[in-house]
């Protein structure tokens, strides 16, 4: 098949799976967009971060880590230089290495010792493992796309789960969504029972125990490209995935919160949480509407909350989502009608939707450079994980459901269709990328070799297309779906 062949298939199945509408007029332009809105951005961070790790591992990590801050700090070596000594690092104090130059001026073992005695009280150091607190390290790379960055992409996600709650949405109903709720805890259960029961069996729990919640995630968007591949736009699967992969994220929310907080929890810090949720209250009931002044005031607020509460600052946004004016109703995650909303929230979502895909890109250029030489007990307790726990939770919830609690599969839908699914679902990526580094915060051959997990989870997107030509499973298409629902 010659490159050019092969760039064509790519097109048109971009055209037919992408989530936008593509028209001649659109040319190009429609073609980034569609690579954009399918987290193609993500990818190709990710497969840039690994070439560049084998090709260099040393300045790899050196980008990883680099401290922005020593931009402007250059001032105050310059200015040392000139007979004034240089201020001491925070990094410094609290590991006690002081130059003799340091001490002779004036900054003496005495005060040495308290500054490391309030910098140890203030909260532990990450030097030993690897987590870089702006506090303490200064504000490298690592940090600013995982802990600041990303707190707009588990914002957004916050968004698609808080509207599912809403009148239309897909946990609005109990009774509808009880068999895929069900299915998500399948999908939670099976690949932590199969993890840690691996991690025992290979006698590496106390190096690989907590890691556990890895394997647990679900890759919205690319499951959903890869579903509509296999099930066809118009299949009820679609709609039960979607619905999986909203409640798994909620429960991921969860997990990152309360299993992986950076330090011991500080909840006094919390009621600054409560206040900035109260403050965005009383913004929306005085009738503001831009999201910049909620983004501004409380969210910055509740960010610097958790971030000094120990709880993961990524997730920082995530409680004044719900406190941000928004529609009534929900119609759907990846509705078109969803395009045309103006709401505070909504309008949210809009503006920052295309950066946070590059702020993907950056995610994955800086957590997913790990050498090939990785693959250890850890790839394979995360990918068993995936790729078996998955679909075999999800596959004997739902039977559980329907068999032993009596609740319905959405019509049109067979075990088939649910084991296929199941394995759509074994696609983590993402968000298991991010549960990696925050359950594994030294970097080393146990982070490195779950993070190839992680990344290899990308197999179940062949296995799930081979499952369901194996299956028999026909695309459905929207107009067909319609159509029988008419009738």
């Known amino acids: 098949m010659t490159w050019t062949n092969a760039s064509n298939i790519l097109f048109v199945a971009l055209r037919w799976a992408g989530h936008g509408k593509m028209s001649s007029q659109t040319g190009n332009r429609g073609i980034v967009r569609t690579l954009i809105d399918n987290s193609f951005l993500l990818v190709a961070g990710a497969v840039a971060a690994l070439i560049w790790a084998n090709l260099d591992t040393e300045s790899y990590n050196h980008f990883v880590h680099y401290d922005v801050t ?8 310059n200015h040392a230089a000139e007979g ?3 201020p001491v690092a925070a990094d410094e104090i609290s590991t006690g290495e002081f130059t003799t130059d ?3 001026t004036g900054q003496g073992s005495t005060g040495v010792t308290e500054n490391a ?4 009280h203030a909260g532990e150091t990450h030097a030993d493992d690897g987590e870089e607190h702006a506090g303490h390290h200064g504000l490298s790379i690592h940090f600013i796309i995982n ?4 707190a707009l992409f588990f914002a957004i996600a916050a968004k698609e789960v808080w509207e599912s709650l809403l009148p239309g949405g897909a946990l609005a109903n109990p009774r509808k969504a009880a068999t895929p709720l069900l299915a998500t805890a399948g999908g939670i259960l099976g690949p932590a029972l199969i993890y840690v029961a691996g991690s025992y069996l290979t006698g590496t729990y106390a190096d690989l125990g907590r890691g556990w919640a890895v394997p647990c995630a679900t890759d919205i968007a690319f499951s959903y490209l890869i579903a509509r591949i296999i099930f066809g736009a118009g299949h009820p699967a679609i709609a039960f995935l979607l ?3 909203i409640a798994d994220d909620a429960a991921g929310l969860l997990i990152l919160a309360v299993v992986y907080p950076t330090n011991p929890i500080v909840p006094l810090w919390l009621l600054l949480t409560v206040g900035a949720m109260a403050l965005a209250w009383i913004m929306r009931r005085s009738g503001i509407q831009s999201h910049w002044a909620y983004l501004l005031g409380p969210g910055i607020a509740c960010w610097w909350s958790f971030f000094q509460a120990n709880i993961h600052p990524a997730l920082g946004l995530v409680p004044i989502i719900p406190m941000l004016p928004h529609a009534h109703t929900d119609l759907g995650l990846f509705a078109e009608g969803e395009s045309q909303r103006d709401d505070t929230l909504n309008a949210f979502e809009h503006f920052w939707k295309t950066p946070v895909e590059f702020f993907l890109g950056a995610f994955g250029l800086a957590n997913a450079g790990v050498v090939l030489s ?8 995360v990918l068993a994980g995936l ?3 998955k679909p075999v939770g999800i596959t004997a919830l739902t039977l559980v459901a329907e068999k032993g609690l009596k609740l319905e599969k959405p019509t049109g839908m067979d075990y088939r269709h649910v084991v296929t699914l199941g394995m759509v679902a074994g696609l983590g990526f993402t968000v298991a990328l991010f549960v990696s580094v925050a359950a594994f915060t030294t970097p080393g051959a146990i982070q490195d070799s779950v993070k190839m997990g992680a990344l290899l989870s990308f197999a179940a997107a062949p296995l799930a297309i081979i499952i369901g030509k194996a299956l028999k499973i026909q695309p459905l298409k929207l107009e067909t779906a319609e159509a029988d629902e008419a009738n």
Do not use: F, V, Y
Request: proline share 6%; glycine share 8%.
């Open 70 to 77: 020593s931009l402007w700090s250059e001032h105050d070596s």
């Open 84 to 86: 004034h000594p240089p």
């Open 102 to 104: 340091q001490t002779a």
């Open 117 to 120: 005695q309030e910098s140890d």
């Open 147 to 150: 802990d600041i960055l990303m």
């Open 243 to 245: 619905l999986l992969a």
């Open 374 to 381: 990785s693959l250890g007990t850890g790839t394979w307790l």
């Open 387 to 389: 790729l078996i726990g």
